[in-house]
């Protein structure tokens, strides 16, 4: 079975704190994303990464950096964050598309409250 | 510009009374369809990937079907445990995904 992890179900930040959020897969996939998810707005793509130091810009971008050093690993970083980055937010992977299996694999969310 | 609606947004069922979850696109030149459930505080979990119109999966109680502009999750004779947000994806030809705001489903028991 396919396994995405994430470092927290559940964090707390003051606004300005830098924050991580770790997310590992065990499925050798090349792609992995990081969505956020708010209530009647859906899944928004933030960034998404197609090999190792490699990054593309989402729909959401702004406030937001990544950080892709080993293949199953990929990182969300909110530099300085804001009480609108309150947030569900969740990772994902999949194969390359070509590989005939494109479907993405999420891991279970971090819930991120920022006071 | 490439959209993906779902409809309705929420649809409260009797357990055992079946019916249907609507994932319409706009998208030309579809590469792949793909529909995930979300319990709440949960992460998407992945059900049916659907390539082509007139493909169709199972899996239990669920069905998938695809035609050139819509694809359908049927849901016979559910239970309780089938409550749960179903969320309808698309692989556009660029490879991007594009997400419906899915399907808030709730069974009575």
């Known amino acids: 079975d396919v396994k995405v992890t994430q470092s927290s179900r559940y964090l707390v930040k003051r606004t300005g704190e830098k924050v991580f959020l770790e997310c590992v897969q065990d499925?050798?996939?090349?792609?992995m994303f990081w969505y956020r998810q708010d209530p009647g707005l859906g899944l928004r793509l933030i960034y998404f990464s197609y090999d190792v130091k490699m990054k593309e810009k989402g729909d959401i971008p702004e406030g937001y950096s990544v950080s892709r050093e080993k293949k199953e690993r990929f990182s969300l970083i909110l530099e300085s964050a804001s009480t609108n980055q309150t947030s569900m937010y969740l990772c994902?992977?999949?194969?390359?598309?070509?590989?005939?299996?494109?479907?993405?694999?999420f891991g279970p969310g971090t819930r991120l409250t920022v006071t | 510009e490439d959209q993906v609606t779902q409809s309705p947004e929420a649809l409260r069922l009797q357990e055992g009374e079946s019916s249907s979850l609507n994932c319409s696109y706009t998208v030309s030149g579809l590469r792949g369809l793909f529909w995930y459930r979300q319990d709440p505080g949960k992460g998407p979990e992945f059900l049916f990937t659907?390539?082509?119109a007139g493909e169709e999966k199972e899996k239990e109680r669920l069905k998938a079907t695809l035609t050139k502009k819509e694809s359908f999750l049927h849901i016979t004779a559910p239970k309780p445990e089938d409550s749960a947000t179903y969320l309808c994806?698309?692989?556009?030809?660029?490879?991007?995904?594009?997400f419906g705001k899915g399907t808030r489903l709730h069974i009575l028991p």
């Open positions: 994902a992977s999949s194969f390359r598309p070509g590989q005939g299996r494109y479907e993405q694999y």
């Open positions: 499925m050798d996939h090349e792609n």
């Open positions: 994806a698309v692989q556009a030809p660029d490879d991007k995904i594009i």
């Open positions: 659907l390539y082509s």
